[in-house]
């Protein structure tokens, strides 16, 4: 199945981007290039796969409430930098691939 035209935005584990937490939903830490937060009718443990991107995503998240747009996704980021990494992409539009 291939969802078109989704938004997906980023976050990393600091306090502005998780507050108060750097555990995924899945009760997992999040990895980069692996975690990936879903809309809540995609079940935690679904692999995907974004266009442009080379690797499979874990859906191990979920989006903040407060963030309850239809259609996002949100990509995790780690490392140094991460927090401006994830700020300076922004918000993209993308084809998200569901693998099972």
Not at 61 to 81: E, M, N
């Amino acid at each position: 199945m291939i969802i078109t035209n989704v938004i997906l935005s980023f976050y990393c584990a600091c306090s502005a981007c998780t507050p108060g937490r750097n555990i995924t939903a899945s009760g997992d830490r999040p990895v980069e290039g692996m975690t990936i937060a879903a809309p809540r009718w995609v079940p935690l443990g679904t692999k995907v796969q974004i266009t442009g991107l080379p690797w499979t995503f874990v859906v191990q998240d979920r989006l903040a409430r407060k963030k309850k747009l239809d259609g996002r996704w949100d990509l995790f980021l780690s490392g140094p930098g991460a927090h401006h990494r994830a700020r300076q992409m922004g918000l993209q539009r993308v084809d998200v691939r569901i693998l099972k």
